[in-house]
């Protein structure tokens, strides 16, 4: 199983940014894929998730209303879009995946945002 991110970068606040994810070796749509995020000096949370062929989400309420989880199957590829970005988003954000009925998660290399003007 492989993960890539892609799409960080240096933004002012309110600007927009999208992350993409591209698997290997599993099928975005049969696993639960999500979003996480740490700070520096800060641990790593849940940002946003969605949830294998259902694809219900589920977001941290620091993100809701102003980031989007989606997935495209064809691509195999799940997508982060912040709106409204603000400094306090600054981190590096991770790209995870796990199977419907595991804890395990496999993660990403992670890609860098920076929100600051």
């Known amino acids: 199983v492989q993960l890539v991110e892609s799409g960080g970068g240096l933004v002012q606040p309110g600007g927009s940014l999208r992350l993409s994810c591209v698997a290997s070796?599993?099928?975005?749509?049969?696993?639960?894929m999500s979003w996480h995020r740490q700070a520096p000096e800060k641990e790593r949370e849940l940002v946003a998730v969605?949830?294998?062929?259902?694809?219900?989400?589920n977001y941290a309420n620091s993100v809701k209303g102003r980031f989007t989880i989606s997935r495209d199957n064809d691509k195999n590829t799940v997508y982060l879009q912040m709106n409204s970005l603000k400094p306090d988003d600054t981190a590096v954000y991770y790209c995870?995946?796990?199977?419907?009925?595991?804890?395990?998660?496999?993660w990403g290399q992670g890609t860098q945002v920076t929100v600051s003007s």
């Open positions: 995870a995946a796990r199977p419907l009925l595991s804890r395990t998660l496999t």
């Open positions: 969605i949830i294998s062929r259902a694809g219900n989400t």
């Open positions: 070796g599993i099928t975005v749509e049969t696993y639960v």
